[in-house]
Structures are given as C-alpha cells and as structure tokens.
C-alpha cells in the first residue's frame, strides 16, 4: 500500500481508498524553528513545589542542522531550568516529547524517522515510573533523561506546482519560488517561498492576494509534493491618500506630499517612499501607513498616514577634547515647525579651544543661526538660509568673520543628493604678523552620495562626496575656486558586524589664483582630529616664516581603521592615517605625514564614544609627541 502525508492549511484527517492519509499544517513542521516552548508548567506540574533535578541528553545525528533543531525543539532541555516539575511533571513532560522530535524531524526533511525518551533508564511510558522518582527523595544526583532519535532517509522536494485561481493568471508577477527539485524538503524553505510569492503579488499590485499551499509526503519515493494556491484578486491603484493626527503643520503640506501616490499602483515600496517622506520633515515623531481593507466605489484602495508630532522645541549639546587645546562645546535650540510648514529654527553657539592651563587667548567660537524650509517649489527640495559671527584662533592664522549663505538642496534618490548656493563673507584675517580684511562673494555647489546601513556607525557600503566652490574676492579682484573630494568605504569582515574595516580618501585643490592670492582661511590644512591623527591640528604643510602653519593649495588624506566590537557595547580600533599639503595646486607625496594609534569605543543609541590616543610616526621638530582625541561618533 502506498503511504502518503498530507500536510494541508487545515487539520484533518481523511482515510482514503488505497491510501493512508494523515493531514497536518505546515507549521508544526517548522517547531524546532519556532520560539521554544512555552514557559508555563503544565497542570500536573507545580512550579512552587520543590522540583526534581534531571539531566537531558541529546541525540547526534550527523547533521547538525537536525541537532540544532532537535535542540530548540526539546521540551525537556528548554523548560529543564525554567520550569521544575516533579516527577509526574516530568514523566508528562517525557511522554509529549515524541512529537516535538516528530516535528524537528520533519522540519529537516526527515519524515520517516522516529524517537525514543528513556527515564532513570526506563521508557517513558513504563507503568508505576513516577511512583518511583518520587520514592527516591532527595538526592545530589539529577535523573538522567536520554533522548534517541532515528532520522531515516532525509526526503527530497518533487517539482514545486503553482496553481492559480481564476486559471491563466500570468505566473511571472509571481517571481521565483527559490525552491528546486532534489533539494532537501526542508521547511523553512517552503515558507520562504511562499513569503517571497506573497510579496512578489503585492508589489505586482495585488494588495488582496491570498496563497494557501499544499504538502504531500511521498514515503514511497521519499519525495516531498509542494503545491501553492495563488488567488490573486484585483489588481488595485491608490486612491486619493489622506493624512490624520497633525495638529501645527499645515495640511495642505501634507496633502501635497501624499498627492503622487494616487492613481499609481498598489506597491508596499511606494507607500514606504512616502512614509519616509513625511518623516523626513523632522516635525513627525512616528508615520503610520494604513491600506484599507476593501477597494472604494471606484474601485481604488484608499490609503491613510496617521502622523504623531515631535515636541515643537528641542535643545542639544556637544563636547569633544584635544591634548594641547583643551575642550570644546557646543550648544544649540531649535523650533521644529516655525511656521507650520515644518520650518526648522536652529539657533547655535559653540566655544573651541579652551585651553588646558587657563590662558583663553586663542579661544575661538561661534554664534550662528540658520532656517530650514522643506518641500522648498518642489519634491524632496530644502532651502537653508545659514548666517554666523565667527572667532578663529589656530595656530595657523587668525579669522574674525561675518558670514550669510543660502543652499538649495534636493534629494534625487535615497542615496544621491545635491545642492547649490551663493554665499557672501566679510572677514579679517591675520597670518605671520600681516592683516588682511576679505570681502569675498562665492558660489557652493555639493553632490553626495549615501549607501551605508548606519549613518552613525556604518559597517557596511559607501560614502563620497564632491563638493566645488568658486569664490570672487572683490579686494584683490581674483576669482579661485576650491576643489574637494572625499569618500570612504566600509567592509564587515566576517558578517556579523563585530569586526569593520573602514577605508577613507580625501583629495583636494585650489585653482585660479597664485598662492598669496588665497586667503590663509580658504586654504587646505591636515593634521589633527578628523585628518591626521596624533599630529597638531592644522600642522602638516607649509610654514610661514615665524614657522606656523600657512596651508597650501593641494591636499591628499587617507585612513585605514579596523573597528573590533569586544563584548556587548565595547569595542577597540587600530588606525593609520596619512596625509600631505603643498603650496602646488597639483597635489604630491612627496612629504606625507603618518600618524598611528589606537582608541576605545562605547556604543550608545545616538552612536559610538569614542577616545583615542595616536602618535606620529614621522615627527619633525615641533611636533606633538602624541594626541588625544574624544568625541561622539566614529572619526569617518
């Protein structure tokens, strides 16, 4: 007689003609997969009586997926120290376990196997074997348990069946079920599949589908028959999408946003593009996006965002410290939505270089503020008006400016951005004894490319940005433009995001204007926090003639950091960089500077802390023996 298993959606069992059926969700398959069982001790079982002590003994199968899964499925192992039981608990718990291993088994393709749990020595089911583990006492010695499986023959999957209802429906918006015949009739697999056709329907429009499956468990070729049951339903378009739970901001703003969607195609991605496009604004502390369950009399899906608003005020800081220069600290307070079209107001001051004896006469700062309006004449478009009182103070010159910009910035995809703006400066800047004031007029124009998995802390992907910024100094009557490049690139070395290799690149020059023509402030500088670690901050380059730094018109960086996560949050990293500045706009290596070191890192959720300590590797005289650098997030 053939033997088949039929495992459907619902559990039934139906005798048939020449053939034994037994009808069991798929599910079940997946036991030793699924969350362990449950914590609650059973009614014989009372967790407040002292419990008796035993020791589990797992089966080696051979395969270790199958041991994983007989693990997991294990009543006895996971309940062992969560849950005591006497020892009718424990006879009770020893009995239910033929079907927990039934259903590891099954879940690894094993459909004929079998399994056998001895007690003290005794099968399970031996009459009068709770009677006598209660009569032994107490004892040092824990009952043994012993778990024997027999997996017999692994089945294998027969061609995978898609049938569709009404007939005909074109299986190509499906996609592909990842199942081959031959494969291991594991599953999980199975339930992948159907997962990826589910979502597949969905992004091809079909927001009403439904998928059932059927399973038949073949003893005699040992074949594992899948069958999916597609009904697709309509193929839906967005209705006119609505927005509720505002309170300051516009809806008229909000109405604008969500308006592309109507008419597309039902699509889980467009409705998340949209969901991030609302809390792009800043102003919503959670989006929700709710398709209806029906199509309306137009036959459309109607769609709801449901938005909960931030508190419309907010205060930050910021702290970071350099050996030689002391501390620095940043404050700032922002409105969220000014005018209730999420207009960010941010006003923010800092001081710098505070000094580590007390002497504040190279302390620097600034006062600033700047308006955000989102959605600016278009999609995805920000305006930023920014203006700022400065006080500079390195080693390499001194600054006093006043400083106004506007940049219009767009979002092309989630990951390019660009932006473009005029800015004006009206500075006075002093370097070697020589004061100069700059009344400079400038055009910024930036790209920037983002494909990391953690802006704060990236493990994974690239980032590079671009940025070109013609500059008309009115004074000396000259136009030069700056030019700067950089991108960095981050590897998971071994998958699991504890051991990072982080890569960074800078290339910069200053073209148009001889190098006097440059003032000192617009030229490139390295060394320091951010640059070249365990070098004084501005210090690689040229030197004036009272031996400062005077910058240069060419610049070339690099870092290489490998970041190893220890244990829990705490992580270590070892870094080199390097970098080089000269007053020939074509950038050279003909004296790069190598710093080295090592740091310690703290993850929190607003990114890592992080300290380091580097030296110098090429020291000439002057130069720092060694430097300290703190602050919140990874240096690139």
Known sequence: MRLKSRLLPLAVSLPLAGTLAVALPLAAMLHAAAQPPPAGAAPEENAEEPGLAYSVSLPETGDSALDDAISRASALEQLRERAPVDAFGLVSRALAEANNMRDALRSEGYYNGSSRVTVDGSPADTPGLADRLAARGASDQPVPVVITVEKGPQYTLAPVLLRTDPPGFPLGAMGETGLAEGQPARAQPILDAQGRINQALRDAGHPFAELGRRVIADHDTRKLEVTFLVTPGPRALFARPGVTGEERTRSELLARMVQPLEGQVFSQERIEKTRQDLLSLGVFGTVRARAGDRLDEEGRLPMTFTVVERPLHAVGFGAAYETRYGPTVSAYWEHRNLFGGAERLRLEAEVNRLGTTGDTSDTGGKIGASLRTPWFLGRNQTLTFDIAALRERPDA????????????????????????????????????????????????????????????????????????????????????????????????????????????????????????????????????????????????????????PAGGLSLVEGSIELRQRVSGPWGLAAFVDAGSVTEDPTPDFDNVKVGAGLGLRYLTGIGPIRADIAVPLNKERGDSAFGVYIGIGQAF
């Open 397 to 548: 010159y001194d600054r006093d400016a006043f400083t106004l910009g506007a940049l219009l910035e767009r979002t092309w995809s989630p990951r390019l951005s660009y932006g473009f703006g005029p800015q004006i400066e009206f500075s006075r800047v002093t370097q070697d004894g020589v004061t100069t004031d700059y009344q400079l007029l400038g055009l910024l124009g930036q790209l920037r490319w983002a494909d990391v998995d953690n802006p704060l802390n990236p493990s994974r992907g690239t980032r590079a940005s671009l940025l070109v910024n013609p500059i008309y100094s009115m004074g000396e009557s000259n136009v030069f433009t700056r030019l700067r490049a950089q991108g960095s690139t981050y590897f998971d070395m071994l998958g699991d995001k504890g051991s990072i290799l982080a890569v960074r690149g800078v290339v910069g020059s200053i073209v148009g204007a001889s190098y006097g023509g440059v003032p000192p402030d617009k030229r490139f500088y390295s060394g320091g926090g951010g640059s070249v670690r365990g070098y004084t901050y501005q210090s690689i380059g040229p030197r004036t003639a009272i031996n400062e």
